[in-house]
């Protein structure tokens, strides 16, 4: 047997623990999704002091353990990124706004947790009677921030009570999950001046935060608003669909607080992934398409108006 | 560090994205357009003398050389203050990423920064030879380094130094007119703005960077004169009359089409580019637009009624200040207004500067004083600058025994 026949027999072995793990995985995600969320709630409420000011969650991690992370990144064994393309679904019929992903997210991945910073968001949409545009708001607006928590944490305010707004009749109101789109042709990576910014081969976009400047001209260049600037870390921030969890088998945080089974992740090279079934099954699209980005999140249910 | 998370927060109303409310690219990057605007501008002016032989502007050619230097000295520094980390500038030169439209910021900056350099030297090199023999104590090892060696003033070596000048200065041309429409692409190459995206934006920012630099040519001019308590010269006078005239015209032009063209084309998104107008970009507009068109005004009277001496003076003076203002508010307009605008262009945000920080206000006038006060050193170092002048060797001396 030659070197390389040995390598590939390791890999296979190696692939096949993995896929075993993920089938638990697989298994464990309904239970996980709701113990995770009711994890992340208990522990934010838990008002401790945070670095960043205010009460928030005490599991976030600080500064130190940042800089430890990146100095000693984790070295993640058996995980071949050729053999995988990852992709990401929104049932936006299913959102309900309760916001756990943002949260979760916030909490997984140290996202500055004001209100102007985030990795992934939700838009509320509202039709007022007899009009054609929408009301749009997310957790931006400094009325969906939870009273008391120095904009760490969100809830969609109760504006369309009874159905009205305003002396209007509310038609319909919907919820829209937004993320990185881990863009087949990603503007970000196309303006990024250092290289910080890369396209993996198994789809997400990643920042080497060792390399980047912090110019923000990705920022400006993403179409959908996802990027932003840690000024913390005085770098640019966006999501990565959870790259340290999803290389090891796992589903990206908002995924697996998700209570509805909005948020859909999977390999597309594996045809009866979660994504794969659901972009076979529906009829997906994706945002902006015009911008000519090729996005990797698809959307079910999306209306119009939703830019 | 608390403040600092919501440090450039601008207030928004409609929809916009959450991410967007924090806006990227503060009044630092207004100033940066601004200041190589200014160097383009002053190096044009230079050469219509060392390239194109027009004399009318030889006694401030060398002067707005000279100018042109100290501002690109400090180009580069907005971007400085600006980066998250600016410890880590270096790595766009180190390693560029070819597909961005930055990645060769470092190369154009260094190569323009390299060739006024050279042409500063070529231009002066006779008169720092003269100076090293004339001067005493410490300021003579100044000029005698400042000569690299090359201390031959012969008439062929004399005639050398022109020919490798203005072959400097002719690449110059394209070089500033290279350098200045790039920023302008760095803006308008960027698809996801609506008021950035236009094909039109290089030769926006290359032409109105060439009317402020006239303007502050203009201004540099009528108050070093005053300061040196000389007269300005009447033929320099009529002819950045001349190319200020020109230069708000083509400027005003080409920024009406780029606006009609936006307005015609009425793309998704135009109701969005109105409301930003008479919104939070209400005021620069009317300095942008008021400031060109007085300009415009004031020099074309000039023109007609053929206005000489101090009345020119006076109001050319007026019209660079106005050209200068209007082009600093285009800027303004251009780089905050675009951020103004939601990408969902549905939404508009309000830009509040901060007056004092990293980022600020403060910074920005301490990085914009820099230049004259690089420019006053400099004519001290040179004071041959003012080419109608003889040198008074010892009078215009830059002692440092003196100066202490």
């Known amino acids: ?87 990401f679904g929104v049932d936006a019929d299913k959102c309900i706004g309760c916001l756990r992903c943002v949260e979760a997210c916030k909490m997984e991945n140290s996202v500055q947790m004001d209100r102007n910073h985030t990795r992934t968001w939700v838009e509320r949409y509202a039709y007022l009677e007899g009009s054609n545009h929408t009301l749009v708001d997310s957790i931006h607006d400094i009325k969906n921030v939870i009273p008391g928590t120095e904009e760490t944490r969100f809830k969609f305010d109760n504006r369309y009570k009874d159905g009205q707004y305003e002396g209007k009749k509310v038609e319909r109101v919907f919820f829209v999950a937004k993320l990185c789109n881990q863009c087949e042709k990603p503007s970000c990576v196309q303006v990024c001046p250092t290289g910080a910014t890369y396209k993996a081969v198994d789809g997400p976009v990643l920042i080497d935060t060792k390399y980047c400047i912090g110019c923000q001209y990705c920022v400006q260049a993403c179409p959908y608003g996802a990027r932003s600037l840690n000024h913390v870390r005085g770098t640019a921030e966006k999501c990565n669909w959870c790259y340290h969890r999803i290389t090891k088998g796992m589903q990206p945080a908002c995924v697996e607080v998700c209570p509805t089974g909005t948020r859909i992740f999977g390999d597309r090279l594996d045809p009866e992934s979660p994504v794969s079934q659901f972009i076979r099954n529906n009829k997906v699209n994706v945002l902006q398409p015009a911008m000519g980005n090729y996005p990797n999140v698809f959307y079910k249910g999306i209306d119009k108006e939703v830019f | 560090m608390e403040k600092d998370v919501f440090y450039h927060v601008a207030p928004f109303t409609g929809f916009t994205f959450p991410n967007e409310t924090e806006v990227p690219w503060s009044e630092l990057i207004v100033i940066y357009p601004y200041i190589t605007g200014l160097v383009a501008g002053a190096f044009v002016i230079s050469s219509l003398h060392h390239v194109f032989g027009m004399e009318r502007f030889a006694p401030i050619s060398r002067f707005a050389l000279l100018t042109s230097l100290c501002f690109m000295f400090f180009a580069p520094t907005p971007l400085l203050f600006h980066l998250g980390q600016p410890v880590r500038a270096l790595n766009a030169v180190i390693t560029p990423h070819w597909t961005s439209a930055m990645a060769a910021f470092g190369y154009v900056a260094g190569f323009y920064v390299c060739l006024l350099l050279l042409e500063v030297w070529f231009s002066f090199r006779a008169d720092i030879v003269k100076m090293s023999q004339t001067r005493t104590g410490i300021m003579q090892k100044v000029y005698k380094v400042m000569t690299l060696g090359s201390d031959d003033v012969s008439p062929s070596a004399l005639h050398a130094d022109h020919t490798i000048a203005r072959r400097l200065a002719m690449i110059g041309i394209p070089g500033a007119c290279g350098l200045h429409g790039y920023v302008g692409f760095l803006f308008g190459s960027l698809k996801t703005r609506e008021w950035w995206s236009s094909d039109l934006m290089p030769i926006i920012f290359l032409l109105s960077a060439i009317g402020s630099g006239v303007g502050l040519l203009i201004v540099l001019y009528v108050i070093t004169s005053w300061w040196r308590k000389k007269p300005t010269n009447g033929g320099v006078m009529e002819g950045l009359l001349y190319v200020l005239w020109s230069g708000v015209v083509i400027v005003m032009v080409i920024e009406a089409l780029e606006m009609v063209q936006m307005i015609y084309k009425a793309r998704e998104g135009v109701e969005g580019v109105f409301a930003l107008i008479q919104g939070p970009i209400q005021i620069p507009m009317v300095l942008q637009w008021g400031g060109s068109l007085l300009a415009l005004v004031i020099t074309s009277v000039m023109m007609l009624a053929g206005t000489r001496g101090k009345k020119l003076v006076f109001w050319l003076f007026t019209s660079g200040l106005l050209m200068m203002i209007g082009v600093l508010a285009m800027r303004w307009n251009v780089v905050i207004g675009g951020q103004e605008l939601s990408k969902t262009m549905r939404g508009l945000m309000t830009f509040h500067p901060e007056v004092y920080g990293r980022e600020s206000l403060v910074t920005v006038a301490t990085l914009f004083t820099a230049p004259f006060v690089t420019l006053y050193l400099a004519q001290k170092l040179l004071p041959t600058v003012w080419e109608e002048e003889p040198i008074e060797p010892e009078e215009r001396v830059f002692d440092i025994h003196k100066a202490i």
């Open chain 1, 1 to 87: 047997m030659t070197t390389q026949d040995m390598k590939i027999e390791k890999e296979a072995g190696d692939l096949s623990r993995r896929d075993f793990l993920g089938l638990l995985g697989k298994g464990a995600a309904c239970a996980g999704a709701l113990v995770g969320a009711g994890s992340a709630l208990a522990s934010a409420g838990g008002g401790a002091a945070h670095p960043l000011g205010g009460v928030g969650p005490t599991f976030q991690q600080d500064d130190a353990q940042y800089a430890e992370a990146v100095k000693n990144p984790p070295k993640i064994p058996n995980y071949n990124w050729t053999q995988h393309k990852w992709a």
